[in-house]
Protein backbone atom coordinates (compact mmCIF):
# COMPACT_ATOMS: atom_id res chain seq x y z
CA UNK A 1 0.00 0.00 0.00
CA UNK A 2 1.22 3.65 -0.92
CA UNK A 3 0.18 6.83 -0.20
CA UNK A 4 0.58 7.55 -4.41
CA UNK A 5 -2.36 5.00 -4.93
CA UNK A 6 -5.49 6.62 -6.28
CA UNK A 7 -8.50 5.32 -4.31
CA UNK A 8 -9.62 3.08 -7.03
CA UNK A 9 -6.62 1.19 -6.31
CA UNK A 10 -7.16 1.35 -2.60
CA UNK A 11 -10.21 -0.38 -2.89
CA UNK A 12 -9.47 -3.27 -5.42
CA UNK A 13 -9.71 -7.10 -4.07
CA UNK A 14 -8.10 -8.67 -7.77
CA UNK A 15 -8.66 -11.84 -9.12
CA UNK A 16 -6.55 -14.31 -8.05
CA UNK A 17 -5.72 -16.82 -10.89
CA UNK A 18 -4.55 -20.58 -10.54
CA UNK A 19 -1.41 -21.53 -9.20
CA UNK A 20 1.09 -22.06 -11.64
CA UNK A 21 3.95 -24.42 -9.13
CA UNK A 22 7.57 -25.09 -10.23
CA UNK A 23 7.02 -28.67 -8.28
CA UNK A 24 8.98 -31.81 -9.98
CA UNK A 25 7.14 -34.72 -10.88
CA UNK A 26 4.03 -32.58 -10.39
CA UNK A 27 0.40 -33.25 -11.67
CA UNK A 28 -0.95 -30.33 -12.11
CA UNK A 29 -4.67 -30.22 -12.13
CA UNK A 30 -5.98 -26.71 -11.08
CA UNK A 31 -6.15 -24.52 -14.33
CA UNK A 32 -8.04 -25.87 -16.86
CA UNK A 33 -5.88 -26.25 -19.34
CA UNK A 34 -5.63 -28.58 -21.97
CA UNK A 35 -3.82 -31.94 -21.38
CA UNK A 36 -3.29 -32.18 -24.88
CA UNK A 37 -0.82 -30.22 -26.89
CA UNK A 38 -2.47 -27.45 -29.84
CA UNK A 39 -1.89 -28.90 -33.26
CA UNK A 40 1.26 -29.02 -35.15
CA UNK A 41 -0.23 -26.81 -37.39
CA UNK A 42 -0.29 -23.98 -34.62
CA UNK A 43 3.89 -24.83 -34.01
CA UNK A 44 4.45 -24.57 -38.24
CA UNK A 45 2.37 -21.40 -38.39
CA UNK A 46 4.36 -19.78 -35.65
CA UNK A 47 7.43 -20.35 -37.09
CA UNK A 48 6.52 -19.22 -40.25
CA UNK A 49 5.70 -15.65 -39.20
CA UNK A 50 9.47 -15.58 -37.03
CA UNK A 51 10.46 -13.05 -39.91
CA UNK A 52 12.04 -9.58 -40.36
CA UNK A 53 7.84 -9.17 -40.65
CA UNK A 54 8.46 -9.22 -36.42
CA UNK A 55 9.44 -5.39 -36.50
CA UNK A 56 6.41 -4.40 -38.02
CA UNK A 57 3.05 -3.76 -36.03
CA UNK A 58 0.34 -6.73 -36.27
CA UNK A 59 -2.51 -6.21 -38.00
CA UNK A 60 -4.83 -4.17 -35.80
CA UNK A 61 -8.07 -5.78 -37.10
CA UNK A 62 -6.46 -9.00 -36.90
CA UNK A 63 -9.26 -9.77 -40.52
CA UNK A 64 -7.25 -12.88 -41.09
CA UNK A 65 -8.57 -14.61 -37.78
CA UNK A 66 -11.94 -12.72 -37.68
CA UNK A 67 -12.75 -14.05 -41.43
CA UNK A 68 -11.73 -17.93 -39.70
CA UNK A 69 -14.10 -17.15 -37.23
CA UNK A 70 -16.56 -15.92 -38.81
CA UNK A 71 -16.33 -19.22 -41.37
CA UNK A 72 -16.49 -21.03 -38.61
CA UNK A 73 -19.43 -20.43 -37.22
CA UNK A 74 -21.33 -19.11 -40.22
CA UNK A 75 -21.20 -15.83 -38.78
CA UNK A 76 -19.79 -12.17 -40.65
CA UNK A 77 -16.31 -10.57 -39.67
CA UNK A 78 -17.93 -7.56 -38.39
CA UNK A 79 -19.52 -10.07 -36.25
CA UNK A 80 -16.54 -10.63 -34.43
CA UNK A 81 -14.23 -8.49 -32.12
CA UNK A 82 -10.73 -10.00 -30.72
CA UNK A 83 -9.25 -9.72 -27.21
CA UNK A 84 -5.60 -11.02 -25.43
CA UNK A 85 -7.33 -14.08 -24.30
CA UNK A 86 -11.24 -13.92 -23.37
CA UNK A 87 -10.54 -12.00 -20.17
CA UNK A 88 -9.64 -8.76 -22.25
CA UNK A 89 -12.97 -9.00 -23.94
CA UNK A 90 -14.82 -9.56 -20.90
CA UNK A 91 -12.81 -6.49 -19.85
CA UNK A 92 -14.29 -4.25 -22.42
CA UNK A 93 -18.17 -5.72 -22.47
CA UNK A 94 -18.02 -4.19 -18.94
CA UNK A 95 -17.04 -1.51 -19.64
CA UNK A 96 -18.20 -1.06 -22.85
CA UNK A 97 -21.73 -2.59 -23.07
CA UNK A 98 -22.97 -2.98 -19.28
CA UNK A 99 -25.55 0.40 -17.93
CA UNK A 100 -24.77 1.90 -14.61
CA UNK A 101 -27.21 2.51 -12.37
CA UNK A 102 -28.66 -0.90 -11.98
CA UNK A 103 -26.89 -3.90 -10.93
CA UNK A 104 -25.40 -6.25 -13.63
CA UNK A 105 -26.26 -10.04 -12.47
CA UNK A 106 -24.57 -12.85 -12.42
CA UNK A 107 -24.39 -16.33 -10.19
CA UNK A 108 -23.79 -16.38 -6.55
CA UNK A 109 -20.85 -19.31 -7.51
CA UNK A 110 -19.34 -18.47 -10.94
CA UNK A 111 -15.84 -17.10 -12.47
CA UNK A 112 -14.75 -15.20 -10.13
CA UNK A 113 -13.20 -12.10 -12.22
CA UNK A 114 -16.65 -10.40 -12.47
CA UNK A 115 -16.75 -8.80 -9.38
CA UNK A 116 -13.44 -7.79 -10.02
CA UNK A 117 -14.41 -6.22 -13.25
CA UNK A 118 -17.83 -4.48 -11.38
CA UNK A 119 -15.14 -2.71 -9.03
CA UNK A 120 -12.78 -1.47 -11.57
CA UNK A 121 -15.32 -0.29 -13.68
CA UNK A 122 -17.63 1.24 -10.98
CA UNK A 123 -20.63 -0.98 -11.71
CA UNK A 124 -22.54 -2.28 -8.95
CA UNK A 125 -22.77 -6.22 -9.29
CA UNK A 126 -25.31 -8.47 -7.61
CA UNK A 127 -24.99 -12.00 -7.25
CA UNK A 128 -28.04 -14.22 -8.36
CA UNK A 129 -28.16 -17.72 -6.12
CA UNK A 130 -27.92 -21.08 -8.06
CA UNK A 131 -30.26 -23.82 -7.20
CA UNK A 132 -29.65 -26.14 -4.53
CA UNK A 133 -28.31 -28.02 -6.85
CA UNK A 134 -26.33 -25.65 -8.71
CA UNK A 135 -27.66 -24.54 -11.15
CA UNK A 136 -28.86 -21.50 -13.10
CA UNK A 137 -32.64 -20.88 -12.71
CA UNK A 138 -34.06 -18.64 -16.31
CA UNK A 139 -36.52 -17.38 -14.08
CA UNK A 140 -34.11 -15.83 -11.48
CA UNK A 141 -32.76 -13.22 -14.35
CA UNK A 142 -36.05 -11.37 -15.07
CA UNK A 143 -35.47 -8.52 -13.01
CA UNK A 144 -34.26 -4.94 -13.55
CA UNK A 145 -30.63 -4.88 -14.13
CA UNK A 146 -27.87 -3.12 -15.84
CA UNK A 147 -26.60 -6.30 -17.41
CA UNK A 148 -26.32 -10.51 -17.53
CA UNK A 149 -23.47 -11.94 -17.53
CA UNK A 150 -22.88 -15.77 -16.51
CA UNK A 151 -20.58 -19.13 -17.98
CA UNK A 152 -22.19 -21.63 -19.86
CA UNK A 153 -21.18 -24.11 -18.75
CA UNK A 154 -20.49 -22.26 -15.57
CA UNK A 155 -16.95 -22.12 -13.62
CA UNK A 156 -16.74 -23.57 -11.28
CA UNK A 157 -19.57 -26.25 -11.25
CA UNK A 158 -19.22 -27.26 -14.96
CA UNK A 159 -23.33 -27.04 -15.21
CA UNK A 160 -24.83 -26.31 -18.43
CA UNK A 161 -27.73 -24.20 -19.01
CA UNK A 162 -29.30 -25.79 -21.92
CA UNK A 163 -29.69 -23.29 -24.97
CA UNK A 164 -33.90 -23.29 -24.27
CA UNK A 165 -32.68 -21.60 -21.10
CA UNK A 166 -30.23 -19.23 -22.23
CA UNK A 167 -32.65 -17.97 -24.86
CA UNK A 168 -35.51 -17.09 -22.44
CA UNK A 169 -32.63 -15.07 -20.56
CA UNK A 170 -32.17 -13.46 -23.57
CA UNK A 171 -35.53 -12.61 -24.77
CA UNK A 172 -36.67 -11.60 -20.90
CA UNK A 173 -33.50 -8.95 -21.15
CA UNK A 174 -34.49 -7.20 -24.51
CA UNK A 175 -33.55 -3.55 -23.80
CA UNK A 176 -29.85 -5.19 -22.11
CA UNK A 177 -26.86 -6.95 -23.02
CA UNK A 178 -26.91 -10.23 -21.88
CA UNK A 179 -22.91 -11.99 -22.47
CA UNK A 180 -22.90 -15.65 -22.56
CA UNK A 181 -19.07 -16.76 -21.42
CA UNK A 182 -18.48 -19.56 -23.46
CA UNK A 183 -14.94 -20.49 -22.36
CA UNK A 184 -15.59 -24.52 -21.49
CA UNK A 185 -18.80 -24.75 -24.33
CA UNK A 186 -16.68 -27.23 -26.73
CA UNK A 187 -16.65 -29.53 -24.26
CA UNK A 188 -20.13 -31.25 -24.48
CA UNK A 189 -22.24 -27.77 -24.50
CA UNK A 190 -24.17 -26.14 -27.54
CA UNK A 191 -22.71 -22.82 -28.55
CA UNK A 192 -25.48 -20.03 -28.01
CA UNK A 193 -23.78 -17.91 -31.30
CA UNK A 194 -26.57 -19.42 -33.26
CA UNK A 195 -28.75 -17.41 -31.88
CA UNK A 196 -26.93 -14.56 -32.41
CA UNK A 197 -28.60 -13.03 -35.64
CA UNK A 198 -32.17 -12.89 -33.59
CA UNK A 199 -30.94 -11.11 -30.59
CA UNK A 200 -29.35 -7.90 -31.09
CA UNK A 201 -28.76 -7.62 -27.26
CA UNK A 202 -26.46 -11.03 -26.95
CA UNK A 203 -22.86 -11.10 -26.96
CA UNK A 204 -20.89 -14.89 -26.82
CA UNK A 205 -17.29 -14.71 -25.63
CA UNK A 206 -15.28 -17.41 -26.21
CA UNK A 207 -11.04 -18.29 -25.68
CA UNK A 208 -8.82 -20.53 -27.63
CA UNK A 209 -7.50 -21.21 -24.34
CA UNK A 210 -9.45 -24.54 -23.56
CA UNK A 211 -10.27 -26.81 -25.94
CA UNK A 212 -7.53 -25.56 -29.04
CA UNK A 213 -4.72 -25.66 -26.31
CA UNK A 214 -3.76 -22.53 -26.62
CA UNK A 215 -3.84 -20.93 -22.70
CA UNK A 216 -0.11 -19.66 -24.25
CA UNK A 217 -0.98 -16.92 -26.65
CA UNK A 218 -3.87 -15.55 -25.07
CA UNK A 219 -6.46 -15.47 -27.81
CA UNK A 220 -10.35 -14.67 -27.05
CA UNK A 221 -12.54 -13.10 -29.07
CA UNK A 222 -16.86 -12.63 -28.67
CA UNK A 223 -19.63 -12.51 -31.50
CA UNK A 224 -22.39 -10.59 -31.49
CA UNK A 225 -24.40 -8.16 -33.20
CA UNK A 226 -22.28 -5.39 -35.36
CA UNK A 227 -23.48 -2.24 -33.52
CA UNK A 228 -22.26 -4.05 -30.28
CA UNK A 229 -18.83 -4.82 -32.13
CA UNK A 230 -18.62 -1.57 -33.11
CA UNK A 231 -18.69 -0.25 -28.91
CA UNK A 232 -16.28 -2.83 -28.36
CA UNK A 233 -13.89 -1.70 -31.04
CA UNK A 234 -14.01 1.63 -29.53
CA UNK A 235 -13.60 0.96 -26.32
CA UNK A 236 -10.50 -1.05 -27.61
CA UNK A 237 -9.34 1.82 -30.15
CA UNK A 238 -8.88 3.90 -26.74
CA UNK A 239 -6.85 1.50 -24.82
CA UNK A 240 -4.70 -0.80 -26.89
CA UNK A 241 -5.27 -0.65 -30.87
CA UNK A 242 -3.13 -4.01 -31.34
CA UNK A 243 -4.08 -6.25 -28.96
CA UNK A 244 -3.25 -9.43 -30.45
CA UNK A 245 0.41 -9.94 -32.15
CA UNK A 246 1.63 -11.87 -35.50
CA UNK A 247 2.22 -15.17 -33.59
CA UNK A 248 -0.87 -15.11 -31.97
CA UNK A 249 -2.90 -14.19 -34.91
CA UNK A 250 -1.08 -16.74 -36.68
CA UNK A 251 -1.21 -19.66 -34.40
CA UNK A 252 -5.23 -19.10 -33.92
CA UNK A 253 -5.60 -19.46 -37.51
CA UNK A 254 -4.18 -22.36 -37.94
CA UNK A 255 -5.65 -23.68 -35.15
CA UNK A 256 -9.01 -22.87 -36.12
CA UNK A 257 -8.00 -24.49 -39.99
CA UNK A 258 -7.18 -27.74 -38.25
CA UNK A 259 -10.82 -29.23 -37.23
CA UNK A 260 -9.43 -32.41 -37.07
CA UNK A 261 -7.35 -32.13 -34.34
CA UNK A 262 -9.75 -30.09 -32.83
CA UNK A 263 -12.54 -32.69 -32.73
CA UNK A 264 -10.06 -35.72 -31.76
CA UNK A 265 -8.55 -33.61 -28.85
CA UNK A 266 -11.87 -32.55 -27.55
CA UNK A 267 -13.06 -36.20 -27.47
CA UNK A 268 -9.87 -37.56 -25.65
CA UNK A 269 -10.47 -34.74 -23.13
CA UNK A 270 -14.41 -36.03 -22.98
CA UNK A 271 -13.47 -39.33 -22.91
CA UNK A 272 -10.71 -39.07 -19.60
CA UNK A 273 -13.33 -36.59 -18.31
CA UNK A 274 -16.04 -39.24 -17.83
CA UNK A 275 -13.82 -41.69 -16.66
CA UNK A 276 -12.32 -39.68 -13.54
CA UNK A 277 -15.63 -38.97 -13.40
CA UNK A 278 -16.91 -42.93 -12.57
CA UNK A 279 -13.90 -43.65 -10.92
CA UNK A 280 -14.75 -40.88 -8.12
CA UNK A 281 -18.30 -41.66 -7.70
CA UNK A 282 -16.81 -45.27 -7.50
CA UNK A 283 -14.89 -43.58 -4.38
CA UNK A 284 -17.95 -42.46 -2.87
CA UNK A 285 -17.66 -38.75 -4.42
CA UNK A 286 -20.61 -36.67 -5.78
CA UNK A 287 -19.88 -35.66 -8.77
CA UNK A 288 -21.99 -32.51 -10.37
CA UNK A 289 -22.66 -33.21 -14.23
CA UNK A 290 -20.15 -31.51 -16.27
CA UNK A 291 -20.22 -30.09 -19.56
CA UNK A 292 -16.37 -28.67 -19.15
CA UNK A 293 -12.73 -29.94 -19.23
CA UNK A 294 -12.63 -30.32 -15.74
CA UNK A 295 -15.14 -31.95 -12.41
CA UNK A 296 -16.84 -30.55 -9.36
CA UNK A 297 -16.89 -33.52 -6.72
CA UNK A 298 -16.76 -33.41 -2.99
CA UNK A 299 -16.87 -36.65 -0.26
CA UNK A 300 -19.08 -36.45 2.75
CA UNK A 301 -16.48 -38.03 4.72
CA UNK A 302 -14.02 -35.16 3.91
CA UNK A 303 -13.16 -31.57 3.83
CA UNK A 304 -12.02 -30.30 0.69
CA UNK A 305 -9.07 -28.54 2.17
CA UNK A 306 -8.08 -31.80 3.96
CA UNK A 307 -8.66 -33.66 0.17
CA UNK A 308 -7.01 -30.89 -1.33
CA UNK A 309 -3.87 -30.92 1.33
CA UNK A 310 -3.47 -34.42 1.30
CA UNK A 311 -3.18 -34.30 -2.93
CA UNK A 312 -0.79 -31.94 -2.48
CA UNK A 313 1.33 -33.51 -0.34
CA UNK A 314 1.26 -36.56 -2.76
CA UNK A 315 2.49 -34.20 -5.74
CA UNK A 316 -1.34 -33.98 -7.33
CA UNK A 317 -2.43 -30.17 -7.45
CA UNK A 318 -6.04 -29.28 -7.53
CA UNK A 319 -8.30 -26.73 -7.19
CA UNK A 320 -9.66 -25.65 -3.94
CA UNK A 321 -12.05 -22.93 -3.60
CA UNK A 322 -12.38 -21.80 0.77
CA UNK A 323 -16.21 -20.02 -0.35
CA UNK A 324 -19.20 -20.18 1.00
CA UNK A 325 -21.65 -23.43 -0.55
CA UNK A 326 -18.75 -24.62 -2.02
CA UNK A 327 -16.09 -25.00 0.19
CA UNK A 328 -15.88 -28.56 0.56
CA UNK A 329 -15.88 -29.07 -3.55
CA UNK A 330 -12.51 -29.86 -5.64
CA UNK A 331 -12.90 -28.36 -9.23
CA UNK A 332 -10.82 -31.40 -10.62
CA UNK A 333 -8.92 -30.55 -13.99
CA UNK A 334 -9.34 -32.90 -16.65
CA UNK A 335 -5.80 -34.54 -17.25
CA UNK A 336 -3.65 -37.00 -19.44
CA UNK A 337 -4.58 -40.87 -19.01
CA UNK A 338 -1.62 -41.36 -16.66
CA UNK A 339 -2.55 -38.10 -14.69
CA UNK A 340 -5.52 -39.04 -13.98
CA UNK A 341 -4.38 -42.26 -12.81
CA UNK A 342 -2.32 -41.02 -10.43
CA UNK A 343 -5.59 -38.55 -8.99
CA UNK A 344 -7.68 -41.65 -8.34
CA UNK A 345 -4.52 -43.24 -6.72
CA UNK A 346 -3.69 -40.99 -4.14
CA UNK A 347 -7.36 -40.30 -4.10
CA UNK A 348 -7.75 -43.82 -3.16
CA UNK A 349 -5.54 -43.77 -0.11
CA UNK A 350 -7.47 -40.61 1.20
CA UNK A 351 -10.69 -41.19 1.29
Known amino acids: MSKFWSPLVHDLVPYVPGEQP ?13 PFGPSPKVAEAIRQELNDNLRLYPDPEGESLKQAIARYYAVTPDQVFLGNGSDEV ?7 LFQHGQPVLFPDITYSFYPVYCGLYGIEGK ?12 DDYVQPNGGVIFPNPNAPTGRFLELSGVEAIVAANADRVVVIDEAYVD ?18 SQTLSKARSLAGLRVGFAVAHPDLI ?3 NRVKNSFNSYPLDRLALAGAVAAFEDDSWFKATR ?11 GKLEGLGFEVLPSRA ?15 ARGLREQGVIVRHFNKARIENFLRITTGTADQNRRLIEVLGTLV
Open 22 to 34: KMANLVKLNTNEN
Open 187 to 204: FGGESAITLVDKYPNLVV
Open 230 to 232: EAL
Open 267 to 277: EGVIGERDWVT
Open 127 to 138: KIPLTESFEIDP
Open 293 to 307: NFVFARHPGHSGESL
Open 90 to 96: LAHIFYG
